[in-house]
């Protein structure tokens, strides 16, 4: 074994030749081990794993539900409040002269594509039409359904899952790592954010504990993502193409999912032995390119004036409320308490699960940012992107149902279809069929970007926080474990098992964010000679 004994003295064990050459073997054996026990499980017995993930899933948000809200209003406080000290925020991670890597284009496009861009995509349209049905504002008799006062409360909500919260828990871990990693001198792990607290007994089984926990998080967060983006897919093909094996009664078939699981993985892996500065770099250029073309579209073609103000009055309403619906906790058992289980407490488990993979990717990236640019360039600039995104496309499927040129088109489609049911609607049906190939392409393009980061980073856990690029037989072996999770997970209750086995695999890593957060504080006020001043 080959002991690296860096400046902070934090050592982390790997073997010094064999197939493991390079990797700490306990990391990487103990990651593979569960997730094969967890596969095989699932796929031996399904109808049990669904059933047993649907169990604990509702035992973890009984118990950790008020937990996940004031946890993800304090990362959000304190990821802000970092920027205001003028030392702190003037601090360039990697020292003082250091210089970024990417251009600020790259950076915000690699940020983009590996943080949300797949969820984005189909929630940007599905869930203000979900919401113009069904939020805390209707639940409470405030408001009717459907009816035009109620966009005011749609897009409180949206805004609420795909702003501020869920850039800044990415921030926060990715500064974490930057910080600890290019200014003292610590290996690029998720361990290395606790060295503060816990010291040299990281070297030990606790730092392998800590790495294998952000292993399993990442496979699991990006297995919801992936999940949801390939059902989208499916319902892509089948819209420009028609064939009867890709949907059945509305939704994707097994067949149709498989495919394509099977086409994005493969492009994933690829990509990722490719390397962050050209496989993922081209890619995330590329769907930030036909992002804005969409967006384009959506400007010129869909309700141009009911997205603006939609827009304008969306921040000022979210910018007004963020506080006290951050901090908001409803009664469990309650028609709001289940409301806010199944979307606000599902999204800040996704986003914490996301986080490890997406905070290291940011990392990465982000050598030679200043602490203030790193988290007002990763936090400001993609809410705001989002919102564009809500008003912009959701609004015009909003606007189409509210006039009666969709009579429900929309609305009753499956929430992978309804994208592509607004340019059915919108479009004659060749037309349709051409802004639909661009949306399945830019959709694959995020797919791929997002898996391929998260194998990357995985890889990098298990080797200890190296910076070179990875054993390419490493990477093709979590391509397939990538795969194998969602697969077993479908068959064993589709996206609902998906989304049960991430909110249970996330809870291990919200504490050791919450430590990580502590870690920093302390590390920022209070810091010792940086290594690379």
Same mark, same amino acid.
């Given at each position: 074994?080959?002991?690296?004994?860096?400046?902070?003295?934090?050592?982390?064990?790997?073997?010094?030749?064999?197939?493991?050459?390079?990797?700490?073997?306990?990391?990487?054996?103990?990651?593979?081990?569960?997730?094969?026990?967890?596969?095989?499980?699932?796929?031996?017995?399904?109808?049990?794993?669904?059933?047993?993930?649907?169990?604990?899933?509702?035992?973890?948000?009984?118990?950790?539900?008020?937990?996940?809200?004031?946890?993800?209003?304090?990362?959000?406080?304190? @990821?802000?409040?970092?920027?205001?000290?003028?030392?702190?925020?003037? $601090?360039?991670?990697?020292?003082?002269?250091?210089?970024?890597?990417?251009?600020?284009?790259?950076?915000?496009?690699?940020?983009?594509?590996?943080?949300?861009?797949?969820?984005?995509?189909?929630?940007?349209?599905?869930?203000? !039409?979900?919401?113009?049905?069904?939020?805390?504002? !209707?639940?409470?008799?405030?408001?009717?359904?459907?009816?035009?006062?109620?966009?005011?409360?749609?897009?409180?909500?949206?805004?609420?899952?795909?702003?501020?919260?869920?850039?800044?828990?990415?921030?926060?871990?990715?500064?974490?790592?930057?910080?600890?990693?290019?200014?003292?001198?610590?290996?690029?792990? !998720?361990?290395?954010?606790?060295?503060?607290?816990?010291?040299?007994?990281?070297?030990?089984?606790?730092?392998?504990?800590?790495?294998?926990?952000?292993?399993?998080?990442?496979?699991?967060? $990006?297995?919801?993502?992936?999940?949801?983006? !390939?059902?989208?897919?499916?319902?892509?093909?089948?819209?420009?193409?028609?064939?009867?094996?890709?949907?059945?009664?509305?939704?994707?078939?097994?067949?149709?999912?498989?495919?394509?699981?099977?086409?994005?993985?493969?492009?994933?892996?690829?990509? &990722?032995?490719?390397?962050?500065?050209?496989?993922?770099?081209?890619?995330?250029?590329?769907?930030?390119?036909?992002?804005?073309?969409?967006?384009?579209?959506?400007?010129?073609?869909?309700?141009?004036?009911?997205?603006?103000?939609?827009?304008?009055?969306?921040?000022?309403?979210?910018?007004?409320?963020?506080?006290?619906?951050?901090?908001?906790?409803?009664?469990?058992?309650?028609?709001?308490?289940?409301?806010? &289980?199944?979307?606000?407490?599902?999204?800040?488990?996704?986003?914490?699960?996301?986080?490890?993979?997406?905070?290291?990717?940011?990392?990465?990236?982000?050598?030679?940012?200043?602490?203030?640019?790193? $988290?007002?360039?990763?936090?400001?600039?993609?809410?705001?992107? @989002?919102?564009?995104?809500?008003?912009?496309?959701?609004?015009?499927?909003?606007?189409?149902?509210?006039?009666?040129?969709?009579?429900?088109?929309?609305?009753?489609?499956?929430?992978?279809?309804?994208?592509?049911?607004?340019?059915?609607?919108?479009?004659?049906?060749?037309?349709?069929?051409?802004?639909?190939?661009?949306?399945?392409?830019?959709?694959?393009?995020?797919?791929?970007?997002?898996?391929?980061?998260?194998?990357?980073?995985?890889?990098?856990?298990?080797?200890?926080?190296?910076?070179?690029?990875?054993?390419?037989?490493?990477?093709?072996?979590?391509?397939?474990?990538?795969? &194998?999770?969602?697969?077993?997970?479908?068959?064993?209750?589709?996206?609902?098992?998906?989304?049960?086995?991430?909110?249970?695999?996330?809870?291990?890593?919200?504490?050791?964010?919450?430590?990580?957060?502590?870690?920093?504080?302390?590390?920022?006020?209070?810091?010792?000679?940086?290594?690379?001043?």
């Amino acid at each position: 074994m080959n002991t690296q004994v860096l400046p902070e003295r934090l050592a982390i064990a790997t073997a010094e030749n064999g197939f493991f050459k390079g990797y700490n073997h306990t990391v990487t054996l103990g990651s593979m081990l569960l997730i094969t026990a967890f596969v095989l499980w699932a796929a031996l017995q399904p109808e049990q794993a669904g059933a047993v993930l649907a169990n604990i899933q509702g035992q973890v948000l009984d118990t950790f539900g008020s937990y996940y809200i004031y946890v993800m209003a304090l990362f959000a406080v304190v @990821c802000f409040l970092l920027t205001i000290p003028p030392r702190i925020g003037s $601090i360039r991670l990697g020292g003082a002269d250091a210089k970024a890597e990417f251009s600020s284009f790259s950076w915000f496009a690699m940020m983009f594509g590996a943080g949300i861009g797949v969820g984005m995509l189909t929630y940007a349209t599905g869930e203000p !039409i979900y919401h113009f049905a069904d939020n805390p504002e !209707i639940i409470k008799g405030l408001v009717q359904a459907k009816m035009p006062e109620t966009l005011d409360s749609v897009y409180r909500y949206s805004f609420l899952h795909w702003g501020f919260s869920a850039w800044t828990v990415y921030s926060l871990i990715g500064l974490s790592l930057a910080y600890f990693g290019y200014n003292r001198g610590l290996p690029l792990t !998720i361990r290395s954010g606790l060295f503060p607290l816990f010291g040299k007994t990281l070297n030990g089984h606790l730092g392998h504990l800590v790495d294998i926990t952000a292993v399993l998080a990442t496979l699991l967060g $990006i297995a919801v993502t992936i999940g949801f983006g !390939i059902t989208q897919l499916a319902s892509g093909l089948y819209n420009i193409s028609g064939a009867e094996w890709i949907v059945n009664a509305g939704k994707p078939t097994g067949l149709a999912l498989a495919f394509s699981l099977v086409v994005v993985m493969l492009l994933s892996t690829v990509s &990722a032995i490719s390397g962050v500065g050209r496989g993922v770099k081209w890619l995330s250029n590329i769907n930030m390119s036909l992002s804005f073309v969409l967006l384009v579209f959506f400007l010129v073609f869909g309700s141009t004036l009911v997205a603006l103000q939609l827009l304008g009055n969306g921040v000022v309403d979210y910018l007004i409320t963020f506080i006290p619906l951050a901090f908001n906790v409803e009664e469990k058992g309650t028609a709001l308490g289940d409301w806010q &289980a199944g979307w606000t407490i599902f999204y800040w488990a996704w986003w914490i699960a996301y986080a490890p993979f997406v905070g290291m990717f940011f990392a990465k990236i982000s050598k030679g940012r200043t602490i203030r640019e790193f $988290i007002l360039g990763s936090v400001l600039i993609p809410s705001l992107v @989002c919102f564009i995104w809500f008003t912009f496309v959701g609004g015009t499927a909003l606007d189409l149902e509210l006039s009666d040129i969709a009579n429900g088109q929309i609305l009753n489609a499956d929430i992978s279809a309804q994208i592509f049911q607004v340019l059915n609607v919108m479009l004659s049906a060749d037309a349709a069929k051409a802004m639909s190939a661009l949306v399945v392409v830019l959709l694959l393009t995020f797919l791929v970007t997002s898996a391929d980061s998260a194998i990357l980073v995985i890889n990098s856990i298990n080797t200890g926080g190296a910076t070179e690029r990875s054993n390419n037989n490493h990477t093709i072996i979590w391509g397939v474990f990538l795969t &194998a999770i969602i697969a077993v997970l479908l068959l064993a209750g589709g996206l609902g098992a998906l989304k049960a086995a991430m909110i249970i695999g996330t809870l291990p890593f919200s504490f050791i964010m919450l430590l990580m957060t502590i870690a920093l504080v302390k590390s920022l006020i209070a810091p010792q000679k940086p290594i690379l001043a």
